[in-house]
């Protein structure tokens, strides 16, 4: 496994940044679990920028793997806006930035892959708190996962409970055999304004597909 190289950056917005109470993943959880959570998290995911503001992370790629079956679903995954990393290179760099989204109340989500030899990878998704669990994850071209949020280990856990395709008014859940299986993203706190971002996708006919974890700061403002 590469080391990590974290820059060291300060994790406090410009004085010009709005910042507003956010309670839209707090009131997915109840109380005690959220109290839970150490309180780097919970300030994180409490921290609600002004309508089209962005928050960005930086960080570096620490551990990336995939299966022979998830290196190809990586690849077919590309049809639809190419939703799921499709390198396993560690030690490069990956931006993630999160943009507050005026029309759907949710947030807009641009992970930036960097390639030692080519282009970077990037991935669009878009989070909405709408839908059976109250989080919906949009992947493209209509296709979006519920996702039911936990608390483990002092960890917050999201995990995929559903996929759907939407065609105009139209919506459609997807069977398990047209999807990637079970999606999981782990965020922990790793303690000096750091903290590691792992996901992980796991089928129930071929195991575990891919693995990707990251160790991410705030970047300035």
């Not at 928050?55 to 290196?71: D, K, L, N, P, Q």
């Not at 002092?154 to 999807?179: H, K």
Request: proline residues 7%; hydrophobic residues 40%.
């Amino acid at each position: 496994m590469a080391s990590t190289r974290v820059p060291r950056l300060p994790a406090t917005p410009a004085s010009n940044t709005i910042l507003l109470d956010d309670r839209r993943f707090h009131d997915l959880l109840p109380d005690e679990d959220w109290g839970r959570l150490p309180l780097a998290i919970w300030r994180r995911f409490s921290k609600r920028f002004a309508d089209g503001e962005t928050v960005v992370y930086v960080g570096t790629v620490e551990e990336a793997s995939f299966s022979r079956a998830g290196w190809w679903l990586a690849q077919l995954a590309r049809v639809i806006g190419g939703p799921l990393p499709t390198g396993a290179e560690t030690g490069v760099p990956m931006v993630v930035t999160v943009t507050e989204d005026a029309a759907s109340g949710g947030q807009i989500w641009t992970r930036i892959c960097a390639r030692s030899n080519g282009f970077p990878q990037v991935i669009h998704s878009a989070k909405r708190f709408a839908g059976p669990t109250g989080l919906e994850e949009y992947v493209g071209y209509g296709v979006s996962m519920a996702l039911r949020i936990s608390v483990e280990h002092e960890a917050l856990v999201f995990r995929s409970v559903g996929y759907s395709l939407q065609i105009g008014p139209l919506r459609l859940p997807l069977p398990m055999r047209f999807t990637p299986g079970d999606l999981t993203v782990i965020h922990s706190d790793l303690g000096g304004g750091t903290f590691r971002f792992t996901l992980e996708i796991d089928h129930p006919r071929f195991g575990k597909l891919s693995r990707q974890s990251a160790v991410f700061r705030e970047a300035a403002s």
